[in-house]
């Protein structure tokens, strides 16, 4: 079993200073194989933000796979949003948009989906994708594949379908074809597991998907600060979210979601299906 870490939008410039010690100690008792991070480390792509940012990554243990998000690229200064959209960000987090973390169990393959053309929407590009394939090919079939974006490929129905990447159906069929696992993703402040299936009518595939809410943001768009901790195995996947407890002043665990495997098909199950091996 592999346990991860799934934190995303943690907005610095627009932190909840109150939530970072004990945020940074549950996840260091957590102890985890990979700390993941779904993008928008900042605010507003400032200096300030991103040294802020850089420290809170160095006190958390590793190793870690990050993408950058919508808010990691500079809004207002044009010329630094189009000319150099990410330099600051690989100057002060990684130089690495698209990190890759494989080991005998599972393999997290970072895409960049943020843009400096949207002011907020994701895209992936075919050359993207392609790069994804290549990544995977060949991995061993016990191997569980994860793809963490900013953006996420699926959503609940009363969200928007803009809020999706841009070219996902493309992409999604690559996903099927490399059997990619499982779709991690932040950018909406909001907190979701679930299968692709209803959205993606792909024969005999659907991954699962894990959307983060904020972890750190004082934007929490009516949801409590929150994070995820997944613990996978080849034929199943537990999901423990950790919500802010005001009144406690600690991440608490508010729900376990688990989903199991069939084939290439993920879907939720309870305890009781489990046990009875459906």
Known sequence: MRTL??????HFGRVDQALLGPLRELVERIAADVVVISGDLTQRAKVEEFEEARAFLDSLPGPQIIVPGNHDISLYNVLRRFMRPLARYKRYITDELEPVFIDDEIAVVGVNTARSLT????????????????????????????????????????????????????????????????????????????????RYQIAEYAALVVQAGTATSTRGRGEVNSFNVVRVEPQRVEIDRY????????????????????????????????????
Do not use: C, Y
């Open 5 to 10: 870490v799934h934190l995303s939008d943690l």
């Open 119 to 198: 002011i907020k929407d994701g895209r992936i590009s075919h050359e993207q994708v392609a790069g994804l394939r290549a990544r995977l090919a060949g991995l061993p079939p016990q191997v569980t594949r994860i793809v963490v974006t900013h953006h996420p490929f699926d959503l609940p129905e009363h969200f928007e379908k803009r809020d999706l990447v841009v070219r996902a159906p493309m992409a999604m069929e690559v996903f099927a074809e490399t059997n990619v696992d499982i779709l991690m993703a932040g950018h909406m402040h909001a907190s979701h597991a679930g299968s692709t299936a209803a």
């Open 243 to 278: 919500g802010w407890d005001l009144v406690g002043g600690r991440f608490a665990l508010v729900t376990t979601e688990k989903f199991v495997r069939a084939g290439s098909i993920w879907s939720p199950h309870s305890d009781g299906m489990l046990a009875a091996g459906l």
